[in-house]
């Protein structure tokens, strides 16, 4: 079987339409169709039916993208292991949300400076699923990404994740909001019933984790507010706007009192994301052997 052909089965897999695995792949849709065709001609199976105005990929199709994720991954990691002691040389593309590459990422430069002056770090800050689609397109090396464990990110079986850390998240409130004696999350919750609610603008997981712990306490809570930045977020519960989560390890401004949750506990999860297979390549190896050989201290930032 042609590598270059299982390629676009697997990204067929993944995207569902001929066109946009072209666009992907900067090939035309003929070309897609007339590989698939062929690839299918080696293997003896039809790989693709008629789905409406597109095409999907039948029984024996899906069952060979499931085998193309495995056998690209051990191809790949063949080749890097042709020179597997080689000093680290390289740039790794690395997309993550702010805090990891703040707490996790920022704090090996000057070790890589001194010891590793070949690898160097190209960094764009992203949210999880903008991270994951530059994965997967291969525009990125790795994604430094996030799930909550009241809202886990089910993983892409062709990507790779190692736990780096987590943090306790709690609700940011305004100052003069008194805490409670020994109240668990959903009662801290229904104090705040009738508020206005704060969530992120370019991720829905804590917005999960905020309606999950409403629903237990018997309100629908009224988003009316959406910000990335959580120095925003904090602006924003000062002038009165809103309640919203915020990580209980980091500092907060005048104005802010954070009123710990428990029972559930909110954690936010951090990870170190790879296509399967491309670990082994040495500069991202040296990386990721960085990232989790210390847990990084708590740092400020959004």
Known sequence: MDLRRLRLLRELARLGSMRQVAEELHVTTSTVSQQLAALAREVGAELVEPHGRR???????R???EHAVTILAAVEAARLDLDPRAEPAGTVRVAGFATAVRRSLLPLTARLATDHPRVRLRIHEHEPAEAYALLAADEVDLALTYDYNLA??????ALEATPLWSAAWHLGAPAGAAPGPAEDAPAVFHRFRDADWIVNSRNTADEVVVRTIASMAGFEPRIV???DSLELVQDLIV?????GLLPGDQPT???VRLLPLAG????LRAYAVTRRGRAAWSPLALILDLLTAHPPPAAPGG
Do not use: K
């Open 225 to 227: 507010h959406r910000a």
């Open 63 to 65: 069952r060979l993208a």
């Open 253 to 255: 401004v005048p104005g």
């Open 55 to 61: 095409v999907r990929l039948t029984p024996a199709g």
């Open 239 to 243: 002038a009165g706007l809103g309640v």
């Open 152 to 157: 886990p990110t089910a993983m892409d079986r």
């Open 264 to 267: 559930p506990q909110i954690l």
